[in-house]
Nanobody, 124 residues
C-alpha cells in the first residue's frame, strides 16, 4: 500500500501560481503512476494530469494544458503540480492519486490510492 499526503493549497488571485506537493510513503513510489484530480463543490471529481512511473510521459486535461505541469521526484517520493495562470474556475479540492496500472490512466476508477485533498481557491 501507499499513503499520500497533499500540501501547498491556498488562496491566490487570478493569474497567480501555486505548487502542490504530494508526499508518498509505504511501498516503492516508483512502482506507481501518479495522477492529480480535482473536485469543485457540486461537481464530479475530474482528471487534471497524470505522469508515468519514470516521469518520462505526462498527460493533461485540455482545461489545464499549457498552464499546469506535473512532475515527480522518485528519490523523494513526491509528485508535484505546478499551476500557473490560475483562473477562478480552477477553484477546487485537489487530490493526488496512485495506481499500479501501466501507463498513465486518466480515469479515476484506475486509481486505488488517494490523498485527503488540498483546497485551492482562486479569486477573481
Amino acid at each position: 500500500q501507499v499513503q499520500l499526503v497533499e500540501s501547498g493549497g491556498g488562496l491566490v488571485q487570478a493569474g497567480g501560481s501555486l505548487r502542490l506537493s504530494c508526499a508518498a510513503s509505504g511501498r516503492t513510489f516508483s512502482s506507481y503512476a501518479m495522477g492529480w484530480f480535482r473536485q469543485a463543490p457540486g461537481k464530479e471529481r475530474e482528471f487534471v494530469a497524470t505522469i508515468t512511473r519514470s516521469g518520462g510521459s505526462t498527460f493533461y486535461a485540455n482545461s489545464v494544458k499549457g498552464r499546469f505541469t506535473i512532475s515527480r521526484d522518485n528519490a523523494k517520493g513526491t509528485v508535484y503540480l505546478q499551476m500557473n495562470t490560475l483562473k477562478p474556475e480552477d477553484t477546487a479540492t485537489y487530490y493526488c492519486a496512485a495506481t499500479s496500472r501501466l501507463g498513465s490512466p486518466v480515469g479515476k476508477e484506475a486509481y486505488g490510492y488517494w490523498g485527503q485533498g488540498t483546497q485551492v481557491t482562486v479569486s477573481s
